[in-house]
């Protein structure tokens, strides 16, 4: 295992994540809530996007193997998505994901995990950058697969409980920079794993 990886795959799926750009979102589904009820929300939420990722992360190539979908395919989906959002964050085009009409009367019932935690936090290109990301080939790649998740799932967790007991991390010019930033180097991993995943679809390309 190497850190620097795991830096960079922690760091990556921060950005992809992004608690910060939905503490509008969680102060809303709470508004009006008290600090125990937001407090445990924020800790579902945490636990949401941590679970997912590792679940994706430890089982998601076995079951696209088994469907018969090879790693290549899901660096170049993965990467597709990665970069739809990527721009989305960098142009501040709202609404990257879209909701079903009964997911949005969900939302707007009240706080629940759903579209939070899942889609909104631990979606499609989080997934897939895990799972294009967590190849086990000995026993000390696991902490790899594991620590990343367990680490953003912290960070929202952590992020969501200090707003929610009336916190202020960042101004909203500074979120918009942070996400701005965060698009234009998500862009960049995007596209590189696109191009991973064609070299070993088309291997010509490597020469």
Do not use: N
Not at 74 to 92: K, N, P
Not at 99 to 117: F, H, K
């Amino acid at each position: 295992m190497h850190l620097g990886f795991v830096i960079k795959k922690t760091l990556t799926l921060l950005a992809l994540v992004d608690p910060f750009m939905a503490i509008p979102l969680f102060v809303c589904a709470t508004a009006g809530l008290d600090v125990r009820f937001r407090d445990k929300y924020s800790r579902q939420l945490g636990i949401t996007v941590a679970l997912s990722l590792l679940i994706g992360g430890l089982f998601g190539l076995h079951l696209l193997d088994f469907m018969g979908v090879s790693l290549a395919s899901i660096q170049i989906g993965g990467g597709a998505i990665m970069f739809i959002v990527s721009l989305a964050m960098v142009v501040a085009k709202e609404e990257t994901i879209k909701y079903t009409p009964r997911e949005s009367e969900e939302a707007a019932a009240g706080p629940s995990i759903v579209p939070l935690g899942i889609p909104l936090l631990a979606g499609p290109a989080a997934l897939s950058y895990v799972m294009a990301t967590s190849q086990i080939t000995r026993p000390e790649d696991l902490l790899s697969v594991i620590l990343p998740p367990v680490a953003v799932g912290i960070v929202t967790w952590l992020c969501f409980r200090f707003v929610g007991r009336g916190g202020r991390i960042l101004t909203p010019s500074a979120l918009k920079v942070i996400e701005r930033l965060a698009g234009f180097l998500l862009t960049a991993i995007s596209v590189e794993m696109m191009v991973s995943g064609f070299r070993h679809v088309f291997p010509g390309l490597s020469t």
